[in-house]
């Protein structure tokens, strides 16, 4: 059976990433609205608020 939240884990650990890996996170999984000039703690809430 398929966990409907199996990227949770991942969420739970976004900050463990660096900017760089969140921006591919982000681009992987078609999330708009990050780009390399923003603060990591704000790319983490565009993709947290896209999940």
């Given at each position: 059976m398929t966990d409907p939240d199996e990227?949770?884990?991942e969420l739970a650990n976004?900050?463990?990433y660096t900017k760089a890996e969140l921006l591919d996170y982000a681009a992987e999984?078609?999330?708009s609205g990050v780009s390399?000039?923003?603060r990591k703690a704000?790319?983490?809430a565009v993709i947290e608020?896209?999940?």
């Open positions: 990227s949770a884990p976004l900050s463990a999984r078609g999330v390399g000039s923003m704000d790319i983490i608020g896209a999940e």
